[in-house]
């Protein structure tokens, strides 16, 4: 938006080559986006939050490349999701970082992380969305704790990590198969919950539909679920509802 | 079926006014039935298992009244299920006993049950089908504990009926929602497990699926489910399982 | 749980009744939940946040009002969710309000409420849901603001409530039909948001499948999804994420 | 169809020999298609409006690639949609045009475009079934403008596109994952909108169904749903809703 | 929205009480609604096409009674759709007449109506739907034309109406079961056509699904779908297809 | 439809007012449906097979006794499927026979009835589904023999039907729950096989849903399927099947 | 089964050695399957219809040829459905014919063929499964017709081929995407019916599912309904009802 | 777990250096997990009936390697599930045996089988599952029949295996398709029956769903459902049934 235009108008009016009733008739007729939209803009800004972000899936290697160096080259941070090995050879970037198993390109600042959010997670093919939690929360700016092989079948095992479910200000869990394991935490813990049923299982997991369905009839209040295999969008959450505390 | 024709048969072969041949041929074209007939009804006998079972769902009360009382005057023995206060009213046995939460009608004898089933349950939505399963198993011979409102979301109350799940040959857990009770239980113990789902719970409930669907997918290996809400087939497995303990 | 066992032992190894390794011995071997629970029970305590709370549906209306009571003669607080009219009335509690849209029946303490949730919703059949969550979350004291009637095709209403949107610290949206709203909202602002679709509508709708799907699919990273018309649960959830604040 | 027999028949009544009476009953004993079909087929071509096109999925290359030139060789205009690269290299028509996004190769007449349809899109993803509706309406003779990675996280974008919006008679909105887009659209114009849900998205995307019920249950009045992916059915009703404005 | 602010700031830079530049800052800092909602309000006039109707489904009697009567005060007319004859009562308009098949009240003004929508419809329980998608486009200006049971087993009832057809703008085809007529309507003509599922049937219609997916998967080009029963969206479509014939 | 202007056209050709030509123009552009209607009408008589039956459900009394009693009058034959008693107390006809477990209301005419339908159906639930298509075929001409209550758990009772069913020239098997009988029966006979599922059953027994896709995939081949709770369509394809054998 | 034991016993019988009674018991005592297997299988000659038929998919393709030729041996005759290339190609039977399109492998004896089914198909894409359909009641003994290419949207193709309808004692008709072709050809005769849905389209086509729907919610009566892409089973029963004409 | 810690505060307390007051105390905020793991780990052991077993779907083939050698190790024995014939060739154990068709890798110690488990299966391409069960249940020490190719459509051959029916415990069922089976044996024998679906089947078999609720529903009492192919679930389950009987 070029705000010369606004800029004109007031100055002819100030100037009085404008009446009030013109200048006016006259911002009125600006085109809509004008003015809304750098409201919008300059909020947007203020959105942000997830910035810096490639969705890898369904586009062109060529043109994540593109896309990811340009962003690179503003603020020296990119996080690509979903992507493939060979968009990470393409890309050559020095510091970025490539994790195979949730298919994530990082590079990241190398300021304080903040807060605790604390990752659990089910079974072995349920780590890809945990880490995707995770590498989108830390890009984000929180602290994160993983621990991975929490089952509903060893129940104990979540015993052995009560400090840092209390150290923590909100527990993404993530669950394939019967998703059961957040109500167990949750169970435990009085703490903000974000639930993600991955895709994990055979026959009637149904894709993960089944742990989304048992996630969302959970027994304990309070619980919020994702989309299936939707570790991005739960770091995303996950560390809006972590930086609350300390903001 | 008449077994005379067959004897009419033998006797003429043992008369001689028969040759072994035309006998045979005589007893190949007899109407299939009347010998492989009644092999079956003495094998249905032995199938029997769960015998005077009516169930009254879909039925007019006068025919299930009929059906009824027909069963008790032979063995003095009846199971309605899924029984109306109205069948109820107009059954008029002086021994049955309506248990109106589960629609049960039940003229027991007085024989001494056998083994331990165990059925643990998690809301009070959930309990009509738990006392039909234990209704059922108790009828057909087996000896039954219940123990009500162990949810997820308090664990420990498992570990306070550690006595009865160790003297149990078997566990029915019936549980709506999530579904995931049976895993919780099924990580602790090492019995074979029976799993209801039941359509306690509101919108992605599913009227039972999810929770019949997570049960399915169990993380513990050996969990078996039924139909949701069939606490009838819940006790009469449990009660076959059973026992096989004793015989 | 009867803490004299434990006490009666360490005595017992106070007198020197008791090698070291023969009070070990006994303490491992006591009854698994002795110990345990006491601890459970602790912690219990710690997870209740959501306290005094009764389910009613699938409640018979006598156990309810028992249960009830005897909350309310503890603790001078009462939260009845999906209670009917009949149950308001045969409570009989002097300080017991009846909100007949959502059917809660809330006693309240008088304590100022903290922080801010703000609840948005649609249409005015996600009313009562929007009720339930805005009831849910003040009976645990956070402080709650509710703007109904905010649809998708009437954005710039949203526009109108810019400044309760920037002063809230965590966004419920309740939207039945096609559920698009928490998209739009979380395009908007940069708060954790989480969205509760309503069986309003009909046809597709599906009961609130097709909203849940939506929301769960939003192309707006971080907005985490409730069971449909679970207000209750989002009232807790927003809850739990907005005392985070000024803990 | 052979109309000559029909003739010979009015002609023998015209030469009396036949009476009225027989050439009454030989015309009513025609074998059926051969008078309603001669209709049929005349209102065929009035019905063409979609004339010249191949549906190459699930067809062999040979078979199209020899459809498809006995349709150039007569008309000198050709339309294949969802076809491979592979058929575009067999069929070596120099005017040709392959668009390998939208697997369309298309062969268009140089006729002045007429009215004006609108397509606007949400995502990278959702670019193919854009560019099939585009191809398609053109190809039938309309003009059309296509505005894509216009989201609802975006809505601003919309207004950059106002003018766009005020000079077509039918827009044609394509999104996919929760489909909220034609919602937004729908809000902001009233225009007649055909919305085309996209397989682009995961998990609970469904493949596209979870686009489609939420387009379904739009709360906007007045907006019609195409299949999943099918741009060439949007194309087709956009073409024909546009080129109602000038006739 | 109050302008005085505006123009209090014009008036202000005029009498040169405010620098340019400071007039630019409190027009930037306005409340985001202040400038921009004018224009959408303005822009809202514009989208109105549907106005002054009320969906009574899910809102209390008093409400839509209440909703209704201050519509008709301002503008003389009202559309109440899924009314109940209870709203009717009550409502006590003299002008106003009520459809108890399709529930629907209307008060319409006398003018003339445009255009031509032809409604067509298989089955007696299609009418309701097929009622209100007329009555809706009646309202709203169109002339509408409707003919009933004409089924897919009768296809020679389609012949009957063919001058009814070539007269028509637009088809609005409604269908139960297995949802077929739109494909051969649409075999037969070249016109717009919008398909309505109705919920009629029983078994595998599953409440309208399977029509509505026949009719998504149509083999005839360019027919567009609503959401089941919904004959108020499709009323108010073919209206704004129709009006586009003659503006 | 008026033949007279078709015979005016070639009364005129024969008195040579037309020439051959116009005449041939003349009856070309005849209202399409003025010849091709009479011969489609012609065969619709050839197809009626299915006469003067009435489909009850979701039309209103009046409306059904008023098509009922006009049906009557021409041909003192009917039958209307899914009527209520009220419907039967209203039509007064003194031939009428109501049959209130399927909701049917028949008059008969006493011509001998053809061939041989065998009906088997499994539960008690199954009686009115089984009726339905036994009252339909013997209305259309058909001898029908029914035997109920053969289940999968009672495979014996099919030995003792063995007669019935070699004399029968197809068989309609009907069965809720697992739908398994189909498969039963094709396994033991070489005759075609209707199967018709039932919505008898509760949880997953989905309305039907189970047993119909359990008789479409039944491992005996030629096993064809109705719709849930057909019993009429059922009839009605027996009824054609069966009188090929006579013809 | 080795019917000496039964011989045995009779000439026993015969010569004295055993008592009428003792004979009996003998016999009653059987091991079950001695005598009603013998039936059974008699039976199960009876049963035939359909014998040297091989499903090969799901079966390795050595385990295919050892089978297929196993059979040939025996009869000269051979069917195997759903057969690879690679099945042909190890098969070597200079007398087999392998259609590609649908997977068949074929060897039919010479036999004059009988009656006349007519197989009715819509799209390119439904080919396969007609050619399965076709060859597979030819193989049983049946003249088949087929016509392809004969959609919804040129209905006027149908008439084309009245003469083939009428002379055919069974039509198959078969159908993906809207599944409606078998309604329209239903609405034109009175023959029995055999739809079969293809997984033909995309989208809401559903595999199949929504043309099967469409099929079983036909509004014409009679029309039964194979599993998706069945075209085996609706060869088979086509053939079954086709030879009850002449038989 | 160090129990060091409890042994210290015992000596405290036996040397009087503590009160008992305060060693209670001491205990009592121990670190939760100090004290109850060490007794989960306690009846971990008893939990264990399938100890020493990799799932190896969805993990690396590496990983599978070293878990597995490990395993082998300490115990000689290990049974790996869903393994494919990478995992073997890199495993390089001298006693471990592959199974190609149903992915299992085993080594079994050379202990006497106990019971006797039967298992049962319908179709060929049920064998991989059939198989899984087997070795599994053979691996945890159950003695295992399997009876392959017992298809509804051929009633007689479960009479053939009637003497094993009768020998055995407990019957796994294994069918895909229309999952009929299970209620056809459970008609015919008093055992407890667990019933696998299989994903085998097309079209409307819906990967094996269509099977699981058939069984669900079987109308036979007590038959018990696991998982889409979870043949290893049913060898658990089935073992710790078997074992019953002998115990």
Chains 1, 2, 3, 4, 5, 6, 7, 8 share one sequence.
Do not use: W
């Not at 994160?144 to 479910?165: P, Q, T």
């Amino acid at each position: 938006m070029d705000n010369s235009i606004i800029l004109d108008i007031l100055s002819s009016l100030h100037n009085r080559r404008l009446t009030v009733e013109s200048a006016y008739e006259k911002l009125k007729n600006l085109p809509y986006e004008d003015i809304s939209i750098a409201k919008v803009d300059h909020h947007r800004h203020m959105r942000q939050g997830v910035p810096e972000v490639v969705f890898a899936k369904g586009k062109k290697t060529k043109d994540v490349v593109k896309i990811a160096r340009s962003l690179y080259r503003k603020s020296k941070r990119l996080l690509i999701t979903k992507a493939s090995p060979e968009i990470y050879k393409k890309l050559k970037l020095k510091d970025a970082q490539f994790f195979p198993d949730s298919g994530i390109i990082a590079v990241s600042d190398k300021k304080r992380k903040k807060g605790c959010i604390l990752i659990v997670s089910a079974g072995t093919s349920d780590i890809p969305v945990a880490e995707e939690a995770s590498l989108t929360a830390s890009f984000l700016g929180s602290n994160v704790e993983s621990v991975y092989d929490v089952g509903v079948a060893g129940i104990h095992r979540l015993m052995d990590i009560r400090n840092l479910i209390d150290a923590s200000n909100v527990i993404v869990v993530i669950a394939g198969m019967e998703g059961a394991l957040p109500s167990v935490v949750g169970g435990l813990v009085d703490k903000p919950i974000i639930a993600v049923p991955t895709s994990a299982g055979y026959g009637t997991s149904l894709g993960g539909l089944t742990a989304l369905f048992a996630m969302l009839n959970s027994c304990v209040p309070g619980i919020a679920v994702m989309n299936i295999d939707n570790g991005f969008g739960a770091g995303c959450l996950a560390h809006k509802i972590n930086i609350l505390k300390k903001s």
